[in-house]
């Protein structure tokens, strides 16, 4: 199912994002990048590692502000942090002094919600990811899958009509990964949230999203837009022996392999200099 | 805390997961054997004092090394005797202990607050840091027991100029410390907390001081024993009461086991706190995992 309706949740348009290095010179992130995500829509994000996938994220949450161009959430231009966003990190970003259920009920305490209904909610939405009965542990304690879970119903909790995701499931060993995807779709289908979804595993990609946007090499703009009309609901494991998988997977790739060789040999010869 | 078993290195055989019996067998195993290694250490620290003072004695019996200058064990045990059951030149012994914990703990206290309030402040704020870190850094590279004798003229020879000295010692120490927790916060955590909704007080409230607060309370181990050095110190450069006290009178009528005297007993305090602030770690930082376990130096 191709999610249809053309309201969009999220626009860029002709934006470029530069940082300035230690040294002063500028570095590009993005350049002159426009892309539209419907509401609802499942949009993967593919690209060489580091050429600036979670920067694009970073600009529609709002934690950092374009250097030219404009961004707009669900019709208003992003100046701030929008609240109707939700953001699960590459790297945990649970707050491990926190338990499972202070860190699920974070955000709605954050938001001014009373702390019994925050926490009335945070057990359903615990129960959701399935982790119920650890409820007092620490996140040290618990597996890596887990803690990702944490942060599914940490982001979910606050009901986001956005939610971006960077490369959440790169730590997790495969089967644990799958698991996660799997469960990931199960619960975004129950909303009708936008998800940006930032991966440099193109299977990932194709077997989460309704269509995959591929960046180039640093400054990133885009190279190519593909859509995946891979029925659902789908399953992660099962998705990715259809033939029709195969052949957007070789369609994509075509033009993934060549940005990925060029960013390859960029830091071949940075790391020789 | 964890059981035992979790704190000694895993045995090296391979553990057949289906073995539950051999499994419970392992863990008495490894009990034993931790609880062994524990009464071995024990002994063995006993042993070291036992050596150390020994030799000590003897050299000074046997007039090798000279008791007028180094004072002799049999003879320390006496003058803190004589101090406990006759009392101090300037009163009881509990009363000079008294003073001298009463100026460190304010000035501990005093220091520690000071210290993690303009920490947080100035580790949250750049501007702010930018202006006031090279006169912190200047204030911090001056040899500061040479204010105590400002100190003593500014508040005289009582408490305040000792707390005064107490505090401006353990102030740097939190401060640098407190400082450098809120920059090593991490980012990711900041930025999540700000996407859940949090306003930037809630930010400083719920991620910036929990993180901060393990940095924080590793100075504290460090800043009670600076405390007490600055109450000491104070005392020691003038006062009417106190441990530091003692000590000058003891160096004035050239009394070295009334020196060694007060220092052990100087000991004895530290050691006792340090034990206090070891607990509160373990109360406030419950949620880290307990990688440091059987260190307890």
Known sequence: ??????????????????????????????????????????????????????????????????????????????????????????????????????????????????????????????????????????????????????????????????????????????????????????????????????????????????????????????????????????????????????????????????????????NKRNAAA | MRPPELITAPLPAARDAASGADDLVDAAARARAYAQRRRNIQIARVSVAVVFLAAWEILTQLEIADVFFFGQPSGIINQIWRWVTRGTAQGALWEQIAVTLEETILGFLIGVVLGVVLGVLLGRNRDLADVFGPYIKAANSMPRVVLGSIFIIWFGLGLPSKVALAVVLVFFVVFFNAFQGVREVDRNLIANARILGASPRRVTSDVIIPSALSWIIASLHTSFGFALVGAVVGEYLGAIKGLGLMIATAQNTFNPNGVFGAMFILAAVALLAEAGVTALENRLIRWRPNVITDVTL
């Open chain 1, 1 to 266: 199912m191709v999610v249809s309706g053309g309201t969009p949740s999220i626009e860029l348009r002709g934006v470029y994002k530069r940082f300035a290095t230690p040294t002063g010179a500028p570095f590009t992130a993005l350049r002159d990048l426009t892309l539209s995500v419907r509401q609802g829509e499942f949009c993967a994000i593919v690209g060489p590692t580091g050429c600036g996938k979670s920067t694009t994220l970073a600009l529609i949450s709002g934690l950092e502000p374009p250097s030219a161009g404009r961004v707009e959430v669900l019709g208003r231009p992003v100046t701030g942090i929008v609240p109707e966003t939700g953001y699960v990190f590459q790297t945990d970003a649970v707050f491990p002094w926190k338990s499972v259920l202070d860190n699920v009920a974070a955000g709605p305490l954050f938001r001014g919600v009373a702390r019994s209904a925050a926490r009335a909610r945070a057990k359903d939405w615990i129960q959701r990811v399935g982790l119920a009965g650890f409820e007092h542990h620490y996140p040290h304690q618990l597996s890596g899958g887990m803690r990702k879970r944490v942060a599914l119903a940490q982001t979910l909790i606050n009901n986001p009509r956005v939610i971006l995701m960077d490369e959440p499931f790169s730590a997790l060993d495969v089967q644990t990964r799958t698991l996660m995807e799997n469960e990931l779709l199960a619960l975004w289908s129950a909303t009708s949230a936008s998800v940006v979804f930032v991966t440099h595993d193109l299977e990932e990609a194709i077997a989460l999203a309704d269509r995959v946007v591929v960046l180039t090499a640093g400054p990133a703009t885009i190279k190519g837009i593909y859509s995946v009309d891979l029925p659902r609901p789908r399953n992660v494991a099962e998705v990715r022996f259809d033939p029709r998988f195969a052949d957007i997977y070789q369609e994509i790739w075509a033009d993934l392999r060549e940005e990925v060789l060029v960013s390859y040999e960029r």
